[in-house]
């Protein structure tokens, strides 16, 4: 079981950046589980934004993202990060951190039924 707290949420201009943090807690080891991040528009699905792998070596990016956000973790702090460069207004939504301890890692992730955990979410608005 693990427990998921997103955080550095707010509102930027386009062109700006944010980093956000999710901190994970409860009895468990943070590193067997695989992290990523999705996101919900008003209105709109839940998409797929960034994945990583338990050791951080593989990593999955949303074709809409890739090459401007960065998802990263550190297992001793138990926290992954999602580090979003030049935004966008189509990039304002909630953003939601993920956890699934599995032993295996592959583009099924990019696929909301992989994930077990999720977090409250955080909002990011962008303004022109």
């Known amino acids: 079981q693990v427990h998921l707290v997103e955080s550095g949420g707010g509102l930027v201009q386009a062109g700006g950046s944010l980093r956000l943090s999710c901190a994970a807690s409860g009895r468990t080891s943070f590193s067997t589980y695989a992290m990523g991040w999705f996101r919900q528009a008003p209105g709109k699905e839940r998409d797929f934004v960034a994945a990583?792998?338990?050791?951080?070596?593989?990593?999955y990016y949303a074709d809409s993202v890739e090459g401007r956000f960065t998802i990263s973790r550190d297992n001793a702090k138990m926290t992954v990060y999602l580090q979003m460069n030049d935004l966008k207004l189509e990039d304002a939504a909630v953003y939601y951190c993920v956890a699934e301890q599995t032993s295996s890692f592959n583009t099924e992730y990019c696929s909301h039924q992989s994930w077990d955990y999720w977090g409250q979410g955080t909002q990011v608005a962008v303004s022109s």
């Open positions: 990583i792998s338990k050791s951080g070596g593989t990593r």
